[in-house]
């Protein structure tokens, strides 16, 4: 049974999804905003990890991420899309050949605090599109996941919330 978990950024589904990917035997973590900024560019986030420019960080992020996953046994699979701090635009269906024929996909709740990275709800809305079975997972630190605050509408009937 072939399982995918949607992460929008290389550290999403590690920081969020561990649960997820401990003891299931055929996982992929397919990373969507993977695409390095040219050299030379330095967004504030990344000058704020102490990185010399942003691509470097990106690398960095990449080596990290592929590690973690190799601990759980997942093999992590990159889109390449380049995120919004790098003047990347919204995610588009490009994620329907990394999910269509998967048994089961994770994909971030994003239930967001204000102002925070809305990429993760690009990410939900597609993989809730494409595969409206969908199982969704709390991505940290974008949300706030607490049971006096209601999911959004149109989520209350998408897929199981799961990985908290």
Same mark, same amino acid.
């Given at each position: 049974?072939?399982?995918?978990?949607?992460?929008?950024?290389?550290?999403?589904?590690?920081?969020?999804?561990?649960?997820?990917?401990?003891?299931?035997?055929?996982?992929?973590?397919?990373?969507? !905003?993977?695409?390095?900024?040219?050299?030379? !560019?330095?967004?504030?986030?990344?000058?704020?990890?102490?990185?010399?420019?942003?691509a470097?960080?990106?690398e960095?992020?990449?080596?990290?991420?592929?590690?973690?996953?190799?601990?759980?046994?997942?093999?992590?699979?990159?889109?390449? #899309?380049? &995120?919004?701090?790098?003047?990347?635009?919204?995610?588009?269906? &490009?994620? &329907?050949?990394?999910?269509?024929?998967?048994?089961?996909?994770?994909?971030?709740?994003?239930? !967001?605090?204000?102002?925070?990275?809305? &990429?993760?709800?690009?990410?939900?809305?597609v993989? #809730?599109?494409?595969?409206?079975?969908?199982?969704?997972?709390?991505?940290?630190?974008y949300?706030? !996941?607490?049971?006096?605050?209601?999911?959004?509408?149109?989520?209350?009937?998408?897929?199981a919330?799961?990985?908290?």
């Amino acid at each position: 049974m072939r399982t995918v978990i949607l992460s929008t950024h290389y550290d999403d589904a590690v920081l969020s999804g561990w649960t997820l990917m401990d003891g299931v035997a055929d996982v992929e973590v397919v990373t969507v !905003f993977t695409q390095p900024p040219p050299p030379g !560019f330095l967004s504030g986030w990344d000058r704020g990890s102490g990185a010399p420019d942003s691509a470097t960080r990106v690398e960095q992020r990449a080596v990290e991420n592929r590690a973690a996953l190799a601990l759980a046994g997942a093999r992590p699979v990159d889109v390449g #899309l380049l &995120e919004g701090q790098y003047g990347g635009r919204p995610v588009r269906p &490009e994620l &329907e050949p990394y999910i269509a024929d998967a048994e089961v996909v994770y994909a971030p709740a994003a239930v !967001f605090i204000q102002g925070s990275n809305t &990429e993760h709800g690009h990410v939900r809305d597609v993989a #809730l599109a494409l595969r409206p079975d969908s199982r969704l997972y709390v991505d940290q630190p974008y949300c706030r !996941f607490r049971s006096d605050v209601p999911l959004p509408p149109q989520l209350s009937t998408g897929g199981a919330v799961s990985g908290l």
